[in-house]
């Protein structure tokens, strides 16, 4: 009886393993030319000033309109992992960054003062040799402010190739583009490294947030990741900020930013730039 149980687990466990595979692969040849079809969209999320709960920055975030205007909208989750692992990260990456700029300056164009718009980065941009040279191409092309681009890096990433990446980040770094650390608390947490590379904001991770009224621990994490970043001089962003008591203890304990479903999900551009101040 025994045997046949663990047969029929194995025959879930192979059948479950191919559905993965198929998915994986059947988004995969998707995506190959969701690029050239622009497929592919901006999202922007709100980061807000906490003292003046006015508008600090907005995060760039991606969207895959699979299959065209009508097509549904997946999330990174879903697909970054895959155009990671191949590579594609490499081309789709430096498209929004373009994007980003050109966006930038279209919202300068029609009238409307522009905040500073954070790009995430993942650890295979890093290894591709021609970052710098294609950030400072999209710099010099759309002619936008280096002062209103910001990246976002992992820690892990960080980690990752520690010589080449600091390298490029002090190239980054001199093009006048502000560097923050994404996810703070989750990854290595090597804090040596806060003052080795040229970065000027932390965000703390969601998973602190979370429970940040219901959790001394967590209050306690937070309250000393925000010590911290005071003594290094960094700003402070907390992400997944959902409900307002979540607010007043971050405020409670200095924390300058926040960002998080309280005050808006990721929305597209056509309702990002109501948010935006007009000159
Ligand atoms: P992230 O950089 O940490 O971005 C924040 C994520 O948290 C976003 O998920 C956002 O929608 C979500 N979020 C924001 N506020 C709340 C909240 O109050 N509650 C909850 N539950 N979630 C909240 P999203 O857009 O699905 O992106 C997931 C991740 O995908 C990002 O995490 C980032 O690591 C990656 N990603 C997104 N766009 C890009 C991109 O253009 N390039 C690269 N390399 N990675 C990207
Ligand atoms: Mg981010
Ligand atoms: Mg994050
Ligand atoms: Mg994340």
Not at 21 to 31: I, N, T
């Amino acid at each position: 009886h025994a045997k046949a149980n663990g047969r029929n687990n194995y025959q879930f466990f192979k059948e479950a393993m191919n559905l993965t595979a198929a998915r994986h692969f059947e988004l995969e040849s998707s995506l190959r030319g969701a690029l050239a079809a622009n497929e592919f969209e901006l999202y922007f999320q709100p980061i807000m000033d906490i003292g003046t709960r006015r508008l600090h920055a907005m995060e760039v975030l991606l969207r895959w309109r699979r299959g065209g205007a009508s097509g549904e909208l997946v999330t990174p989750d879903q697909f970054i992992p895959i155009i990671e692992e191949n590579g594609m990260i490499v081309p789709i990456g430096e498209w929004v960054i373009r994007e980003a700029c050109r966006q930038s300056k279209v919202w300068q164009s029609q009238g409307m003062t522009p905040v500073p718009l954070a790009v995430n980065l993942s650890p295979r941009q890093f290894m591709h040799r021609g970052l710098v040279e294609s950030i400072r191409a999209i710099l010099d092309e759309t002619g936008i402010d280096p002062a209103l681009i910001e990246f976002e890096i992992t820690e892990t990433a960080l980690m990752q190739h520690g010589e080449q990446t600091l390298e490029i980040l002090g190239h980054i770094n001199a093009m006048g583009i502000r560097l923050s650390i994404d996810d703070f608390g989750t990854g290595y947490s090597s804090l040596a490294y806060l003052k080795r590379f040229p970065v000027k904001k932390i965000k703390i991770d969601r998973a602190f947030i979370k429970d940040l009224e219901q959790s001394a621990e967590d209050r306690a994490i937070v309250a000393a990741i925000i010590a911290l970043s005071d003594s290094l001089q960094l700003s402070v962003v907390a992400e997944g900020v959902e409900t307002e008591g979540q607010y007043a203890l971050l405020q409670q304990h200095g924390c300058q930013y926040a960002q998080g479903y309280l005050f808006s999900q990721p929305v597209p551009h056509i309702t990002a730039q109501l948010l935006l101040p007009r000159t």
